[in-house]
């Protein structure tokens, strides 16, 4: 069971660069999130998405794109980095339902990213 | 809005002593989730326990327990005889049940640093 996972752990980039963080999940989870994750800003939500092919911005949007083409995976782009993109990223997955597992969200391991 | 608060920025205690990490939480919606994770040393996020707002019952899961009292918005979580490996960052998550019947975001507490010294 791979359940969620992240690629890459652990990036450094220059400003301005194009980076892409994959996150593929393998239970079929409807919802797809991406987080960000700083001191002193605790977890914020950058984008998520409902299905595939349906994306919306979350509270922290710019400087960011996501896709769904396929149901399992959703990448984030970061199109031009910059250094307060520095942080930690993290990938989740939610299905559907009031039941024992359902409506609870699971987190990839995380994404450290830096750019200098 | 939502909002969770966690009471405790850090706690520290010593081996087998029981420690409860509070959290506080403010919605507008009659359906919510309440959600508790674990963030060790290395990083990643570990789902421990989710609530449901319909569901008032207390639980236990080995030496974890929860207590969620709708009447002043608080889900708190103890560990009893704690251990050196709890030492974590514990998140309290708050997340409303949309349309869909599905959650699509959670709202996070800024967290509380255990550290369980032996």
């Known amino acids: 069971d791979a359940g969620i996972t992240q690629s890459p752990r652990y990036k450094i980039t220059e400003t301005g660069r194009q980076v892409t963080l994959m996150c593929h999940q393998t239970?079929?989870?409807?919802?797809m999130f991406w987080y960000r994750q700083d001191l002193g800003h605790g977890l914020r939500l950058i984008y998520y998405?409902?299905?595939?092919?349906?994306?919306d911005k979350g509270e922290v949007p710019d400087g960011y794109v996501v896709s769904r083409s396929k149901t399992e995976n959703f990448p984030l782009t970061l199109e031009s980095a910059t250094r307060s993109q520095t942080s930690v990223y993290f990938c989740?997955?939610?299905?559907?339902?009031?039941?024992?597992?359902?409506?609870?969200?699971?987190f990839g391991e995380g994404s450290w990213l830096t750019v200098v | 809005a939502q909002k969770v608060t966690q009471v405790q920025t850090e706690i520290s205690v010593v081996e087998k002593e029981d420690v409860t990490l509070d959290c506080v939480y403010e919605?507008?919606?009659?359906?919510?989730?309440l959600f508790w994770y674990k963030q060790p040393p290395s990083g990643e996020l570990v789902f421990l326990i989710r609530?449901?707002?319909?569901?008032?019952q207390n639980e236990i899961s080995g030496r974890y327990s929860w207590n969620f009292q709708k009447s002043t918005s608080s889900f708190n979580f103890t560990i009893t005889a704690s251990q050196v490996v709890d030492s974590a960052v514990y998140f309290c998550?708050?997340?409303?049940?949309?349309?869909?019947?599905?959650?699509?975001?959670?709202?996070f507490g800024k967290g509380t640093l255990l550290t369980v010294n032996p």
């Open positions: 998405s409902a299905a595939a092919d349906i994306t």
């Open positions: 239970w079929s989870h409807s919802y």
């Open positions: 998550a708050l997340s409303e049940e949309n349309s869909g019947g599905s959650n699509y975001k959670l709202t």
């Open positions: 609530r449901n707002s319909f569901d008032e």
């Open positions: 989740a997955s939610s299905g559907a339902g009031r039941g024992r597992t359902g409506n609870t969200i699971y």
């Open positions: 919605t507008r919606d009659t359906t919510y989730y």
